[in-house]
DNA sequence: GATGAATGAGCATTCATTCAT
DNA sequence: AATGAATGAATGCTCATTCAT
């Protein structure tokens, strides 16, 4: 049973036997959370899917809370880097709807394909109280602050509908990319035909009606 | 806070107080439902909120889990029941799209206006234990077809483009209209602007580009 | 297994079955602990005590301190009115060498015959944290400041030795009296010994040395 | 902080680092012990205090069990190690009720400047089980019989009053000394002063009535 | 119809103890 | 000689559920 990678590098130090272990408890309860939410994230299932002991857990984490704290932060601050290195990635004359398709890429891509982290953090925002989302709230503003950047550059340049509100056009489009979550089954649809999709009806969505057809990416 | 009828029937006589605590006792676990996930709806807040004690609950529902079952149920019922009434008062020679446009503002309203049983519904569909899920899944496969009606009679009249793949765009239209529950403030937003946003996002998401008829992509 | 009287009185309302439950569960609570300390008085001990399973304490108490806080405040809450009690039902002209003889039988009869509660509150002075004491020590200082002014009068009579500093003294004596819990065992000695001397040691022990003899009480 | 020998012949070697060790752990547990208790003695805290790691102590001690027997028996060991020197050392015509001031004197100097052992021993008593106070309790009627002999004595010279009975009097006056440890604030109290209390008190509480006024001290 | 009282199952957490190193 | 890592046995506490009234 391979545990995910990319967070181990996350925890600091070297990669000991002990580093390992807590990322795979990491990894565990970011899986039973995604699939059981909060207050269904029981210790013995993170613990069973970790492969060890629940008493075990408090050797790396100070509590329940405090564990599920850091995976909901951990959720949203890979995505943020994630879409901040895809977009950095990018030639510098990309233009702004270009730049939003490639962020709704990296968004499914990471969110579909990488991480129970990402989909824990999305599906409990709502779920987890308040005093453990600190990190996580300043995480979720600074990733739709980056989105904002996207949908602000578009409007400038009149790649935008003006008959579009642009914070609530953003809420829309990044509802479409969170649920897929729900309803991807691997075994039915590739993340390839998804994102297209997914970028098909955006663009359309926020371009001005009578489109000046440039190629898209 | 008027709560659906449908319910009715199931508990035998005419709208007696018994009726009306029964129907107190489910809009109390749709809130609780809709805001604190499935493990974390305890009887005792169902009970608070309803303002009654917690045992008085076992006069009307047999179980917890049965009391779940029948909020998931009624969720996605009453929204398929809303939708189909809606569509059904449209005029004949209303155009698909146009359907869908309609479609859009019924989901929406009642998700956000009406019902807690929908975000109960939604949000839980993914951490509810699936033996309780029957017949919720039926209904939410009738309401599934519902949409698929809807787009496959726009796809018959040439309005929804041809590089997007029908199930996965309704899915992806769904998730957006979904996710609303997520984000809305009824003090920043009204559900009119929201409507709106989502019509034109959708409308222009989904039909093909206007200009001389070659195809983008 | 007849619990002590005592405290269902304590709680307030009428006697019903529910008040008599709280008091035995509050009894079983001083007995537990003034045998296996603070540390070690495990709900479970005390339900079994009470003739009842650990959960339903907390129909009760909201949690193990508060039961444990109660306890102890009750302990010397008790132990201060009785002794109150006691000289305000001395006759007037009393000396106050003889109202301190008094102080001395109605400290040990209350301890040794009455209460668990008081040998619990004494025992576990030390070991229990600072912020379960604030009743208690509010108590304690009240207890203590009706031995000071009796030491004051006796002082003032000329019937305590110069030689002694009252606080000290006065301390002695307390421990004198508190330590005969840890000692004292029903087969063996009389309570009515231990008061005599107690009297007779307390007595001579601060009185002036060519003392003008009185008869005691 | 000097710890007591008497433990070194039970470790096996001379003076190593090992014994020094030792001796370090059993200082800290005879600390925890006198402010927390039998079972309020956590291993960590006990650790801590010695400044090393929890695990390490079993290196020197078979089980945490074993480790509290050992401190019970050399509190109550040292103590009467000391009164016994104390008395030893006092010139042979002493008399039997100076000899009983000078064990007030060493008890009192043993209990409050030289050990928490003592302290943890006398408040212990109660709530360690049976089964660890074997060597405990024989060191214990060993040292109450050094101060029945004591109190035999003055007896036989008519230095006590003849309506004390010489055990409960005996233990009356330990329960003031003993007590004493409850009290007593290095700040604010003197040992010589509670000393020259508690000597004044004892003596004047044992003897008989009209003492002739021949010693003072 | 509804509640007060109580219980049993389960969960987070603590802690003595073990073991490999 | 000592520690890091892990475990099993408790222990406090919560919660759905029952039952007598």
């Known amino acids: 049973m391979p545990r995910k990678p990319g967070t181990a590098d996350r925890a ?23 699939v059981k939410g909060f207050a269904g994230t029981r210790l013995t ?3 069973e899917y970790a492969e060890l002991q ?25 995505m943020r880097e994630h879409l901040q290195k895809t977009l950095d990635a990018l030639p510098p004359g990309t233009s702004p709807m270009d730049r ?4 709704v890429e990296a968004h499914l891509r990471h969110e579909l394909e990488l991480s129970d982290y990402t989909t824990a953090s999305i599906r409990n925002s709502g779920q987890v109280p308040e005093h453990l989302r600190t990190r996580q709230k300043k995480e979720e503003a600074a990733y739709g602050r980056i989105w904002q950047g996207l949908f602000a550059d578009a409007i400038a340049d009149g790649e935008i509908r003006a008959d579009l509100d642009p914070r609530m056009a953003r809420l829309l489009v990044m509802g479409a ?14 993340v390839e035909d998804i994102v297209t999709n997914a970028q098909i009806l955006v663009r359309n969505g926020l371009s001005p009606s009578p489109a000046p057809k440039r190629r898209a990416r």
């Open 54 to 78: 629940a008493p075990a857990i408090y050797y790396y984490f100070p509590s329940r809370e405090d564990l599920i704290e850091e995976v909901m932060y951990c959720g949203i601050m890979d």
């Open 45 to 47: 299932d993170v613990a």
């Open 12 to 34: 600091g130090g070297g990669d000991s036997k002990s580093q390992r272990t807590r990322a795979r408890i990491l990894d565990a309860a970011a899986h039973v959370l995604s």
């Open 177 to 190: 990319l969170n649920w897929a979550a729900e309803w991807w089954e691997p075994r039915r649809d590739s």
């Open 100 to 103: 939003i398709s490639a962020g």
